[in-house]
């Protein structure tokens, strides 16, 4: 979800109770060891624990190379996460093959196109890193211009180059905030103007992104104008199964405002949302299980990962693995408005789970 997000197009505008088995990660603020900025407006560059500042990006550059050096299909056939023993869906997905037409793609990635500003937290590959969950203190730009709203995120994504990869986490355009989950995230809608299309490695499938997620209603005026987002799987022990937790909390107290556990295991998935005050409330709108289908359409997904017996997303494959944390502002582009104009999207505080 880097640059554009197709999860935008297809989701509808959604401490309390202890699930059994819910376990919070241990909150631990990381660095950026990245930013990019793919935008013909020059933004200013982010660096440290923040607090970050992102601006609406100007108008796309025709041509830029991808700031972290992705390649196209360096990681084609490999899993996008752990392999979950003794759960449903236990087989993570693999990164697919990319082509334009009939061509297999190589070389770098370009990031010409289309505008994305944004810092990453790319995980080093030793043990005490493997996150656990991703968090943000933070707060949303209301910046609007001729052509609409920038999108605004946070989430994990299980590399950093947004090449069919599996995610979770949180983002705004222009309404509520939105929890998601997918996997072959990025990967283009079938008739896509782009010509690039996304093939399962083992089955030769057209792969398209599997989605879901909630919008959160609105929420209570914070006491220091900003809030935390967390979001991380866990086992409920009762059940076997795996699940999301994602909350808004107040960004200066860190009381409860709103939180849903949810399980994906089933076309609407399940949706446990509770309120401030610790009661059954419900989310602004969910959705499970979707893909993106020609001409803007978004049937149910269809395209079964190898070694599963269905569609559904298993949070568990994203527990304790490596990965990317990525605080992003993308789209669209400014007016060419300056950037002392505009109010930024502010992430006081990016933080794993451990």
Known sequence: MRRNILVSTILLVLSVPVVQGQSEPVWTQVPTTGFYDYSTVQQPAQSGFGPFSLYYPGPPPSSASDALGCQWNHFAGQATGQFVSGSANSTPPNYPYWYSGTTLLSGGIPRGGSSAVGVVFEDPVRPDTLIKGVSFLGSFSTVADSIGTPIQSVFWESDSCADGDTEYGFFVQGGSPIFYYSYWTNCPAPGDPSGLNCVETTTGQRATPCV???AFPQLPASSNGQY????????D????????????????STAPFF???????????????????????????????????????TPACTVVPPGNSSTYFNPGWTYGVYGSLFAVIAGGENDNNPLTNLQPF???ALKAGK
């Open 212 to 214: 879901g997620g909630f």
């Open 228 to 235: 935390y987002f967390n979001a991380f799987p866990y086992l």
């Open 237 to 252: 022990s009762a059940t076997g199964t795996w699940w999301f937790r994602a909350e808004a909390l107040d960004g200066g």
């Open 259 to 297: 939180s849903c556990n949810v399980n994906p295991a089933s076309q609407a998935g399940t949706f446990n949302c509770y309120d401030r005050n610790s009661q059954p409330a419900s989310p602004a709108g969910t959705q499970n299980n979707l893909t993106l289908g020609p001409n803007g359409t």
């Open 346 to 348: 502010t992430v006081t």
